[in-house]
Structures are given as C-alpha cells and as structure tokens.
C-alpha cells in the first residue's frame, strides 16, 4: 500500500540541509580563502553532495525499501571489510591522528558511515525474524550485540569512539524496543564499564579530554583549547548572535569551524534562539521519527524507522554536548549541518529510508500496537 511521505520530515531536513549550507559557508569562508584562495570552497563542496544526497533521498522514496532485507547480509559482510581496511596504513588516509577515510584521487569516504547503515539493515532483519525469541540469550540477545561490537570495535580502532558509543546506543535501544530482556541490556551495559575504565588508563587522550570535562585544572592548556573557544563563542553569542557571517571565534581561533564545531558557530552568529532552533528540529525530527516507527505494521520497517531516527538525533545530541562541554571532545558531526560528504550523503539516504517507510505505513496500524503496546 503506497500512501503520501511524512512532508513535515521531509521539510525539518530540507530546513536542517539549507541552514548547513548556510553555517559551513559562514564558518569557512575566511578559511577557504586562506587556504585554497576560494572563500566558497567548501560551499561548493556541501552544495555538491546535499544534491547528491537528496538525489540518493528521492530515488530510495521511489523504491520498496522492504527489498533492503535481501541485501542487508551483504552491505554488512562489505562495510566489516571496508572498515579493515581503512585500518591498513598504506591504504587508509590519516587525518588529525585517525585514520578513517580512503581516499579516490580527490573524494574521500568513510567507511564508518556506511557501516552505520549495513549495520542497522542487518540487525533491523535480524530481530524481525527472530521476534520473541530476542528474549533468549544465546539465540536472540546476543548475534545482534555481536554483529554491533564487530562494528563498533573496528570503528572504535581507528580511533572513533563517539562514532561507536552513537552504534551501540542505537542497537541497546532497538534490543529494549525488540522487548529484550532488562536484565540481559543491563548485564550488557555493566560488562562495558571495565572497557571504559581501561580506555581511560591506557588511552593519554582519552583520559585528558575526560578530565577537560571533569576538572579542567588537571589538563594541559592544549587539551582544553578547543573546548574554550567554542565556549567563547556561544557565550559571545548572547540571546540573538552576532549576525550570520559576523562571528569571531571562526577566524583562526576555533579549530575547524565548519565540521564537528559548527553549532558553536550557530550559538555565535544566531544566538542561543538559533541553537534552540536547531535543537527544536531536532526533536521534531526525533517525534516524527517514532511516530513513522510506531505506524509501521512491517517488523523490519518498524526497527529500521527506529534504528535510523535514533542514529541521527543520538548523534546530534553527542555533538551538541561536546560543543557545549557535558560530553568529552571527540570527532563526530552534526547530522546535515557539518561539512562532510560521506555523511550528508549517508544521513540523507537513511532519510529517504524512513520517508518510504512513512509512505508504505496505514496510520494508527503499528507493529507494536499490533502486538499490544508500545516500545
């Protein structure tokens, strides 16, 4: 049954993809000129893959997303291996001290965005086929949890480790929607606690970026630049902002403005109404996501919708507290706002996923209230 897409959706992405446009020119425009003698560099660049992203948004609108089932093992067996070998030196681009990109000449892609999506696919499949047999151990919990700790340790390797706490968070969701046992995402939950202390004993950078957080007095000045700039800059920002294009903090002195700190320069230049404003379509994004989930009366579309919709609002809400200073400093974007062809293209595509499962959902006839209650 094909009905209309979720325009309200479409048109939160459609005002997200512009504002993006809009925050990476202003933030990179000096830069660019510096660099490259182009203050539109990266504005062509972003320009070039929201066409290419929403060109891959309206073709997966077209198609039955229900056919993604067959290819789901095989996107997942394809992104595993492309996340070994980014992780190879002679093959896999350093950048900042990770290496998460391969290079093509002059495009780049990381893996790890589609790996996201192979991931989601595969697991989405997985626990609509098993339905209550979730509630096992051995034969429900725990292939799901090991295909995501596949994913999520080799993306964690490079390193990446916001990007692999934004998997796993996804998955535990989707494994308590499935009516997975508490106490099975407890145990699960607790077991990671010993890893976290060993990254914070083992890993300098780790454990400094956990202390800029904690107490800032026990961290290098350098650890803690970052942080302080992009607090500048919102604070600089006040209820208003400086103006679109006005702001300060861009000029050489918050590090790459127009990528995973761009929202400091939202707070800046349009104030905390502005970052407000984009938190707000956020949480709409977040309502119309599960409200796409809930009406869905298909398994796989009802934890794709899930899956997809908590993927981006869980990492808008990482980055968002990074640039504010309640998360630790790590390499994530802002979903349709930073800089960043692999995940605007990706983030758009997986868009076009719940947009389509939207239009394939009769209202109020959801896979959870088909089976007596919600998530």
């Known amino acids: 049954m094909r009905g209309e897409y979720d325009k309200v959706l479409f048109t939160i992405t459609l005002i997200l993809v512009g504002l993006g446009i809009l925050m990476v020119y202003s933030a990179s425009a000096i830069r660019a000129q510096e660099q490259f003698g182009d203050p539109s560099f990266f504005l062509k ?16 609108l077209g198609q039955d997303y229900r056919q993604l089932q067959r290819w789901a093992p095989l996107l997942y067996v394809i992104s595993v ?26 495009l780049s892609f990381q893996p790890a965005e589609l790996a996201k999506f192979g991931l989601l696919l595969y697991i989405s499949r997985l626990l609509a086929r098993k339905g209550e047999r979730v509630r096992e151990f051995t034969d429900g919990f725990l292939p799901p949890l090991i295909l995501a700790m ?18 796993l968070t996804t998955v535990g969701v989707l494994l308590f929607a499935a009516r997975a ?20 004993l083992q890993v300098p950078h780790v454990r400094a970026r956990v202390l800029a957080m904690v107490d800032p007095s026990q ?39 127009h990528t995973d700190f761009i929202f400091a320069i939202v707070g800046e230049e349009l104030g905390f109404a502005g970052a407000i404003g984009v938190l707000g379509l956020f949480a709409f994004f977040l309502w119309r996501g599960i409200r796409i989930a809930l009406h869905t009366s298909d398994p796989f579309g009802c934890y794709l919708a899930l899956g997809i919709t908590c993927l981006i609002v869980t990492q808008a809400v990482v980055n968002v507290g990074m640039v504010v200073g309640l998360l630790p400093t790590t390499g994530l974007p802002l979903p ?40």
């Open 219 to 257: 961290v290098s000045p350098r650890f803690l630049y970052q942080l302080t700039q992009s607090q500048l800059a919102l604070g600089r920002g006040g209820s208003l902002g400086t103006g679109l294009g006005d702001g300060m903090q861009k000029l050489f002195y918050l590090p790459e403005p």
């Open 45 to 60: 660049r972003q320009v070039v893959w929201a066409v290419v992203g929403l060109t891959a948004l309206i073709w997966v």
């Open 150 to 167: 596949v994913v999520a340790l080799l993306i964690a390797l490079q390193p990446n480790y916001g990007t692999a706490l934004v998997i």
């Open 81 to 106: 291996l492309l996340l070994i070998i980014v992780l190879i030196p002679a093959v896999g681009t350093r950048v900042n001290g990770a290496r998460r990109w391969l290079r093509f000449s002059s």
């Open 336 to 375: 349709f706002l930073s800089f960043g062809g692999t995940s605007l293209v990706m983030t758009l595509f997986g868009v076009g996923i719940l947009l389509n499962i939207s239009r394939r959902s009769p209202a109020y006839s959801g896979y959870f209230r088909l089976r007596g209650g919600t998530p």
């Open 181 to 200: 046992k508490v106490s099975h995402l407890a145990l699960t939950g607790l077991g990671f606690l010993p890893l976290g202390g060993l990254l914070l």
